[in-house]
């Protein structure tokens, strides 16, 4: 892994009204990772990536994404760093009265003057980027299953071809073996792509085959951060919670019985 910080996070403190969400919260994203946001439903997760994305700006602390202060971004740099992300909303749905070839396409109508024939290139390329068929360009989203859905979604986030992507809940809401694919994908996407990835989860599942690094938020805080291992051996009771289920209980006496043997 890079030593190279493409996100950092300092003394980030969130409030909405009265009610306090981040306290203090520092985290650092290196370059070439897929980094885990986890924690409890409700501990503003995805308010941070949110602050992450210019979507928020926190009461108080510094954002830093790719070398640009997010305090002090001028309107063009803004422009520019927004198409170097990608991003795939948990229910980011894709435009039910567009195709999905539109839908992948919006970006590139948006913010470029490429031409038709082009975009149609490029969809075609992105659609088989994420394993899907060339004709489900053509369908719209209420004819795509769970896993497709999040796939065309994907496509969309990768059609600027950025080197950040961020992704909120991707496998939730799928079932076991689609979620399985989606996971196996993104693995595939970092390497090939060279992508860094900001990912909200708490797929059990997620954690152990994708996540390199993570940090795990609760009561306000960051309580832990570092490669599975390290988080593993932490005792601060969210992450004894966390990791305390049946699931992970199973994943982790087969990650021991791995290491010793
Ligand atoms: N725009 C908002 N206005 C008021 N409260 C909000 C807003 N967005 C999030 N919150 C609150 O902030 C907390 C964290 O939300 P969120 O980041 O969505 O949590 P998570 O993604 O970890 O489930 C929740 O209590 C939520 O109700
Ligand atoms: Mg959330």
């Known amino acids: 892994m ?8 300092r003394g980030i403190e969130t409030r909405f009204g009265e009610k306090v969400v981040h306290e203090n919260v520092d985290l650092t994203v290196y370059e070439g990772e897929i980094f885990g946001l986890l924690g409890g439903s409700g501990s503003g997760k995805t308010t941070l990536m949110r602050e992450m994305i210019m979507l928020l ?11 640009y202060d997010l305090d002090n971004i001028s309107r063009e740099d803004a422009h520019i760093l927004r198409t170097k ?15 999905v070839a539109d839908n992948i396409a919006v970006w590139l109508r948006e913010y470029t003057t490429i031409s038709e024939t082009m975009i149609r290139q490029i969809v075609h390329t992105k659609l088989e980027m994420v394993g899907l068929a060339p004709s489900v360009g053509n369908l719209y989203p209420a004819e795509l299953s ?13 059609v600027m071809d950025p ?24 693995t595939e996407l970092r390497h090939l792509l060279g992508l860094t990835i900001v990912m909200v989860t708490h797929d059990i599942d997620t954690i152990f085959n994708v996540v390199d690094r993570m940090a795990v938020l ?18 601060h009771p969210f992450i004894r919670q966390f ?17 010793s043997s």
Not at 57 to 67: F, T
Not at 218 to 235: F, Q, T
């Open 163 to 186: 080197k950040l992507l961020f992704l909120d809940e991707p496998t939730s809401g799928l079932d076991p073996v689609s979620a399985e694919a989606f996971d196996n994908l993104i």
């Open 85 to 99: 992300w990608g991003v795939l909303f948990q229910f980011g749905a894709l435009f039910t009265s567009l195709t």
């Open 146 to 158: 769970g896993g497709m859905i999040k796939r065309a979604g994907l496509a969309r986030a990768l």
């Open 2 to 9: 890079s030593d190279k910080v493409v996100i950092s996070m």
């Open 57 to 67: 700006k926190p009461a108080a602390g510094k954002v830093n994404v790719l070398g």
């Open 218 to 235: 609760g009561d306000r805080h960051i309580v832990a951060e570092g490669s599975l291992k390290e988080i593993l051996k932490n005792d």
């Open 243 to 259: 990791f305390g289920g049946n699931r992970a209980k199973v994943r982790i006496k087969a990650m021991e019985m791995e290491s």
